[in-house]
């Protein structure tokens, strides 16, 4: 069925209609209400060709507002793939990046963005209500946000895209309690353990793992859970003096970024033979210390998928008037231990 054929059902003409279908100011209630009707019974969507043949020639500006952290380069090579998929549209990606636990930064730079009229935001939110308070002005304002590699509660942004954190904090969890036989001391290294201004799912991978762990294994003790900040020399002194402090430990879990620090740590204390530590991603640097035997096993979550799935799922809004199938879309966890490695 047609724009113009459903307009004759409602008794209007095509261009309310179309008000209707772009969520454009300028139709009363009661009509709205009844072409949505009409569009909902008749199960009509848009002429896809017809639709990239209207958009030719417009640029989309996306903002990507991503935080300083290992991962930075590999969303933003993804990013890149993702436009390049999308043949036929001009899309223009402007970088902003901020360093970790800057919330007044990230919100200033989303609040800005909102005010220069940017088609959508792909962003790596920082837990803070005035990111939260951000992100729903843009919606408010008609650009759709897409959270991606960490995620936001309470907000009204479009999806989210990365690693299911609460799943991968059991898998971590598992495979600790068996690589310590169900016994034994744990540090947790965390980027912040406090709530504002952290990253949403570090935060959980943090506290999905110690539940798992009191509940499952309870001969495993967790002594300490460092905060990190992000910060490679922080991450470096503090490991060292856990390290110092308990000599009984057997396991590191780490829920971000640091893993270099962690291992030299480790390699200078020469105890990176007794103590089995998890992580996440597949850095280079990560692999090579697997290589090592410095780290036993991480989990890996497609991180370059995740800035190439949100350039989908923007356009498909932008152009398509599309909206992803599911709230949160959960990249594959893949679990590499040596062996695992060419």
């Known amino acids: 069925m047609t724009i113009k054929e459903i307009a004759e059902l409602a008794g209007v003409h095509r261009a309310t209609v179309d008000k209707v279908l772009h969520n454009r100011e300028g139709v009363s209630t009661d009509v709205r209400q009844r072409i949505q009707q009409i569009i909902k019974e008749v199960g009509y969507t848009p002429n896809p060709a017809g639709r990239v043949l209207q958009q030719q020639g417009k640029v989309y500006r996306i903002a990507a507002v991503l935080v ?51 088609d959508g935001i792909i962003l790596s939110p920082i837990n803070s209500g005035r990111v939260r308070a951000a992100i ?27 690693m299911d954190g609460k799943r991968a904090s059991r898998v971590a969890g598992r495979l600790m309690g068996q690589f310590l036989g169900g016994s034994g001391e744990v540090a947790i290294i965390s980027s912040a353990v406090d709530a504002e201004n952290n990253n949403y799912y570090v935060s959980i991978r943090e506290q999905g793992f110690s539940s798992f762990i009191a509940q499952n294994y309870p001969g495993i003790h967790v002594v300490e859970c460092i905060e990190s900040f992000e910060d490679p020399q922080i991450t470096y002194q503090k490991t060292a003096e856990v390290l110092r402090q308990h000599p009984n430990l057997r396991g590191i879990y780490l829920t971000c970024g640091g893993a270099r620090e962690v291992g030299r740590a480790l390699k200078e204390s020469g105890r990176w033979k007794d103590i089995k530590v998890l992580s996440y991603e597949e850095y280079p640097f990560i692999l090579q210390l697997m290589r090592e035997d410095v780290i036993d096993c991480t989990l890996a979550s497609e991180l370059q998928r995740q800035g190439e799935l949100p350039i989908q799922v923007m356009m498909d809004d932008l152009v398509f008037d599309r909206q992803p199938e599911r709230d949160e879309m959960f990249t594959e966890i893949k679990v590499l231990v040596k062996e695992s490695l060419f």
């Open 68 to 118: 300083e952290v290992d991962a930075l380069e590999f969303i933003k090579q993804g990013i890149a793939q993702g436009v390049e998929k999308q043949a036929g549209f001009n899309i223009e990606v402007e970088y902003h990046v901020t360093t970790f636990q800057d919330a007044e930064g990230q919100s200033a730079i989303l609040n800005r963005m909102i005010d220069q009229g940017i």
């Open 136 to 162: 729903n002005r843009a919606v408010d304002a008609g650009i759709p946000v897409v959270t991606a590699n960490s995620d936001i509660d309470g907000t009204k942004r479009m999806c989210y895209v990365g």
